[in-house]
């Protein structure tokens, strides 16, 4: 019940592309929804999130879709850049077990 | 403002032996976390401190162990290590306001020969 479920493992786009990065969840307790970048050899960075009562966020051209009903969230990037490439780690959180609960994580590649 | 740091970069370290990895909180951030990227197992959460208390604990046997000092940096100590305890420990931290957002530190990589 604890588990992100995160599609698809990679994904290769032409620069200016939309990449969508789905997620899915069963604990009904996650009250905030973070998506982590990831580059070769660094620490994940905090990139967008969203909590359970909104069903949209824009933050620059990252934007998260949110449907509580189908207990899914997904990522789109708009106008890709291959600056964008790396992978992207959607997450789950119970705010006061502190604990983030990730999904396995999507390699995306923009093509020049 | 510096993010997260935590030393070393890389520890070689043979099974059996201990290992001990250090985490430095953004200033005025008063939670830290650790979490392990193992290859193939993903992102999984070990420990929470706040204000000097484990707070929680992820699925991981005693051997995996760490103290939060009264500055706010952090420990983790690694036990009779393994050959699958060879990942990348990363430690993030928080407001302690904010258990949510987690920013994470560059990591230390544990290899296990």
């Known amino acids: 019940q604890q588990q992100v479920k995160q599609s698809p493992q990679s994904l290769i786009v032409q620069k200016g592309g939309i990449p969508i990065i789905n997620c899915a969840y069963e604990?009904?307790?996650?009250?905030?929804f973070p998506w982590y970048q990831q580059f070769p050899g660094k620490g994940p960075a905090l990139l967008i999130a969203?909590?359970?009562?909104?069903s949209e966020k824009k933050e620059g051209r990252f934007t998260i879709s949110f449907n509580k009903s189908a207990k899914q969230f997904s990522l789109h990037i708009m106008d890709s850049q291959p600056g964008d490439s790396a992978t992207y780690f959607c997450?789950?959180?119970?705010?006061?077990?502190?604990?983030?609960?990730f999904g396995s994580g999507t390699q995306l590649t923009v093509l020049p | 403002e510096a993010g997260v740091t935590q030393s070393p970069t890389h520890l070689i370290k043979t099974r059996g032996q201990q290992a001990t990895l250090r985490c430095s909180p953004i200033?005025?951030?008063?939670?830290v976390y650790w979490y392990q990227q193992a290859l193939g197992l993903g992102l999984q959460f070990l420990l929470w401190?706040?204000?000097?208390?484990?707070?929680n604990r992820g699925n991981f046997p005693p051997r995996f162990s760490g103290r939060q000092f009264p500055n706010y940096s952090s420990e983790l100590n690694v036990n009779a290590l393994e050959l699958e305890d060879s990942a990348l420990y990363l430690c993030?931290?928080?407001?302690?306001?904010?258990?949510?957002?987690?920013?994470f530190g560059p990591g230390t990589r544990l290899t296990v020969l």
């Open positions: 997450a789950a959180i119970v705010g006061q077990v502190g604990q983030l609960t």
């Open positions: 401190y706040d204000e000097g208390e484990e707070r």
């Open positions: 200033s005025g951030h008063t939670s």
């Open positions: 604990n009904t307790a996650f009250d905030y």
């Open positions: 969203i909590r359970p009562d909104v």
């Open positions: 993030a931290s928080s407001l302690w306001s904010s258990y949510n957002e987690q920013f």
